[in-house]
């Protein structure tokens, strides 16, 4: 069987088989994955496999999907310091290097779909983090992510299978 293609817009729109709906994307726009940088704010070209879902088990129940799932935890942190061993991996917080908290007050990260971007290898400063998550209320740009609104996340991680892909195109 095919996998199954999701896709973002540079112009808003996230698409899967059977539904669309708004979405955002980095405040620094989309740019090619060989010219992106740690901290650019871009959102990057290509097609990203959908490697795994962390949700918050205290603000939701664990979504319905095949993909692998994992609750977050208050420790949880993901390492965005190009000069650590662990970069662009998920850390346990505190953690002397840079890092993001993946913890956060605000409902940001209560779903994160992990992208397959920059894993496979891993380049130190080509970019870390890059999820597919929850958006904020007027769908301000991310740091580079892709974000939509819980009820489109939930549905289209409905219909996600391992093996399916994110493609961010222009």
């Not at 346990?92 to 397959?116: C, K, Q």
Request: hydrophobic residues 40%; aromatic residues 8%.
């Amino acid at each position: 069987m095919a996998e199954t293609r999701f896709s973002a817009e540079s112009s808003g729109r996230l698409h899967w088989p059977g539904g669309s709906a708004r979405c955002a994307l980095g405040r620094g726009g989309v740019t090619p994955a060989d010219a992106k940088t740690e901290g650019d704010g871009a959102s990057p070209l290509g097609i990203w496999p959908l490697r795994q879902v962390f949700w918050r088990a205290d603000r939701l129940p664990r979504p319905e999907t095949a993909l692998p799932t994992e609750a977050l935890i208050p420790e949880a942190g993901w390492c965005d310091d190009p000069a650590s061993p662990f970069y662009n991996l998920p850390v346990l917080l505190p953690f002397a290097m840079g890092h993001e908290t993946l913890w956060r007050d605000d409902s940001v990260y209560d779903l994160i779909v992990v992208l397959g971007y920059n894993d496979a290898p891993v380049i130190p400063g080509k970019g870390s983090a890059i999820f597919l998550h929850l958006a904020r209320p007027a769908y301000s740009p991310t740091e580079g992510c892709v974000a939509c609104a819980q009820d489109d996340l939930l549905a289209l991680l409905e219909i996600a299978r391992p093996g399916d892909a994110l493609e961010i195109v222009r």
